[in-house]
């Protein structure tokens, strides 16, 4: 998606650990008719999909899957938790997520009541790097008996493994940046 | 707002310790077509305002924020980050949240880069009650300088003192239900 990868040339910045600071507007500042564009293009990858939920993870991907919605019917979309929260409880479908870069494990959650086997589920998250989060939720998505059409993503870091992972299993991913790789200041996309 | 408090009856829950719980359409699962007529009823209060930025708490006001910014012009959205994060650096608007409900302190931060002196901004979230968040983010408001409109706020506990320590401030904060009471699970609205 040619204008995403103006505006990460034009505003991203690399930092040490392969960190790419994006906070100008995808996940602290927010640029919303960037994120309609984002979930048109999204649209049109999984065009022909009915999509009936859409799953999320907080905090940086909710504003994409929101907006995102708007493009697939005005679809529910569920974000899972990654604390213990007073606004869930009865059954929930857990997974175990490890977050290398930051040295945490966190158990995100969704309750039962919101995803199903008759759901067919599309995934959206900002960023997949290690696949960590992304395959946490894609264990949810298995525990509840969903059929999950794939995943949209924003960017994705081609050199680390997360997207190998997810393919080598058979799921669709949809990236709309694949970086190669990082040349000092400068992202080199794939 | 008659539509969101039929939800709140329909839908609402009500826990031990006055917490009402919405994970079906608001803060967990969450209602696309609902959030836009809760945009267009905060942009019909704060009609002939233009507001610049819209200033909201992660995770559950990020996906009203989003929503509610079309309503506005597609102006940009922020969200306030709870935790340390790699995303952020340089200089930041602190403040500290105590959540007495929880027990924990939180400082939460917004980079100076995207707010300041030249801002009209709305701050939006999902639940007013004892205000804590809500003074954190007025707090982050009042250091950047920026010009705040006012709070617009889903559902506000009108027994808690939250919306009465604001609007001493001087503050304005328009809630689209507000909540006198519970009676046993029933919800009775101001």
Redesign the interface.
Same mark, same amino acid.
């Not at 005005?74 to 974000?79: D, K, S, T, Y």
């Not at 007073?86 to 409880?89: G, T």
């Given at each position: 998606m040619e204008l995403l990868k103006e505006r990460i040339r034009l505003e991203g910045r690399v930092?040490a =650990?392969n960190?790419l600071?994006?906070?100008?507007f995808l996940?602290?500042?927010?640029? #919303?008719?960037l994120?309609h564009e984002i979930g048109k293009e999204f649209r049109r990858l999984f065009a022909g999909e009915t999509i009936t939920k859409i799953l999320t993870l907080?905090?940086?991907g909710? =504003?994409l899957?929101?907006?995102a919605?708007?493009h697939f019917g005005?679809?529910?979309? #569920?974000?899972a938790?990654k604390t213990q929260s007073?606004?869930?409880?009865g059954d929930l479908y857990l997974a175990r997520v490890t977050s290398y870069?930051?040295g945490t494990v966190t158990d995100i959650q969704?309750?039962k009541?919101?995803l199903g086997p008759a759901d067919n589920l599309l995934i959206i998250d900002d960023f997949l790097a290690t696949g960590a989060a992304l395959l946490g939720l894609v264990e949810i998505a298995r525990q509840s008996g969903a059929r999950l059409v794939g995943c949209g993503i924003v960017i994705e870091k081609g050199f680390q493994q997360g997207g190998a992972l997810l393919r080598d299993k058979g799921i669709r991913v949809e990236s709309l940046a694949v970086i190669q790789a990082f040349d000092g200041d400068r992202v080199i996309f794939a």
């Open positions: 930092k =650990g960190i600071k994006v906070d100008s996940n602290h500042q927010m640029d #919303i008719a994120f907080e905090a940086s909710i =504003g899957a929101v907006v919605a708007q005005n679809c529910p979309v #569920i974000f938790k007073k606004n869930l409880d870069t930051r969704v309750s009541k919101y």
